[in-house]
Nanobody, 120 residues
Framework: AQVVESGGGLVQAGESLRLTCAAPGFNQYAVGWFRQALGKGRELVAVINFDGVGAYYADSVKGRFAISRDSAASAVYLQMSNLNVGDTAVYYC????????????????WGQGTQVTVSS
């Protein structure tokens, strides 16, 4: 199985973007969005359980980002609002080895990522 990210781009601060993770075969697993800024390590941004009910957000994006999923489309979305320069990074999605993320570690299903660049 493999995931494919899309939807990145260049936007100005304050604008919005929606990222899409095509994740066929992962409807029964938690899926997370991660990001890696230039020169920094990869960090978890948000993760959602298999049923779309439970979700976690990093403090830096709470209130601005929303993760959701559509099982019929085998897709997980990351709606990003009020973007700032600090959100500039390559964004990746990845599936966990479990239906819920609590106490679990992400799997090894990294896609190629999608670049998000926010200008001031």
């Amino acid at each position: 199985a493999q995931v494919v990210e899309s939807g990145g781009g260049l936007v100005q601060a304050g604008e919005s973007l929606r990222l899409t993770c095509a994740a066929p075969g992962f409807n029964q697993y938690a899926v997370g969005w991660f990001r890696q800024a230039l020169g920094k390590g990869r960090e978890l941004v948000a993760v959602i359980n298999f049923d779309g009910v439970g979700a976690y957000y990093a403090d830096s994006v709470k209130g601005r980002f929303a993760i959701s999923r559509d099982s019929a489309a085998s897709a997980v979305y990351l709606q990003m609002s009020n973007l700032n320069v600090g959100d500039t990074a390559v964004y990746y999605c990845n599936a966990y080895y479990a239906a819920t993320y609590q106490g679990q570690t992400p799997g090894n299903y990294w896609g190629q990522g999608t670049q998000v660049t926010v200008s001031s």
